[in-house]
Nanobody
Framework: QVQLVESGGGLVQPGGSLKLSCVVSTSISNIDYVGWYRQAPGKSRECVAHISSEGNTNYVTAVKGRFTVSRDVARNTVFLQMNYLRPEDTAVYSC????????WGQGTQVTVSS
């Protein structure tokens, strides 16, 4: 069983930044992918970004150039640095770990509003 705990969400003005953290209960070097999904009210859930066990990253087009996914292997933590936030980035952001099975965190709310 893999547990994931997110933190770092909150309210930010358009153009601002937030950094989300996802602490994983096992070594992330042994996990195929750790990533971030988001779901806005009335919309489907989408994968925002993920990082592989080799450190390769991938992003959805809407966040390229604004969001950066990274990791601290020693701390079993994956981060999502979000810059130049827009109102359309408002959503619940959830951490996901894929290693044969799929594990989800509880989610953290990000609200971008003036």
């Amino acid at each position: 069983q893999v547990q994931l705990v997110e933190s770092g969400g909150g309210l930010v003005q358009p153009g601002g930044s937030l950094k989300l953290s996802c602490v994983v209960s096992t070594s992330i070097s042994n996990i195929d992918y750790v990533g971030w999904y988001r779901q806005a009210p009335g919309k489907s859930r989408e994968c925002v970004a993920h990082i592989s066990s080799e450190g390769n990253t991938n992003y959805v087009t809407a966040v390229k150039g604004r969001f950066t996914v990274s990791r601290d292997v020693a701390r079993n933590t994956v981060f999502l640095q979000m810059n130049y936030l827009r109102p359309e980035d408002t959503a619940v952001y959830s951490c996901i770990a894929v290693t044969g099975r799929v594990y989800w965190g509880q989610g953290t709310q990000v609200t971008v509003s003036s």
